[in-house]
């Protein structure tokens, strides 16, 4: 694998991490309030970030090739 995607990964970790380790409580309201969304809201808010990554990536990968 790219070492840019394991780099990618390891900072994804990094910020996930950093709800639970600051703010324990207010990390986990937030997810039981996840865990109470209906599947379709739920669905779409994952959509958006995926797209939003998608294109985040795709900004980045070509302001670098150039």
Known sequence: MNITVWMALGLVLVLEGLGPMLSPRLWRRMI???????????????????????????????????
């Open 32 to 66: 039981i309030s996840m865990a109470r969304m209906p599947d379709g809201l739920l669905r779409r808010v994952g959509g958006g970030l995926v797209v939003a990554g998608a294109v985040i990536y795709s900004m980045l990968s070509r302001g670098h090739a150039g």
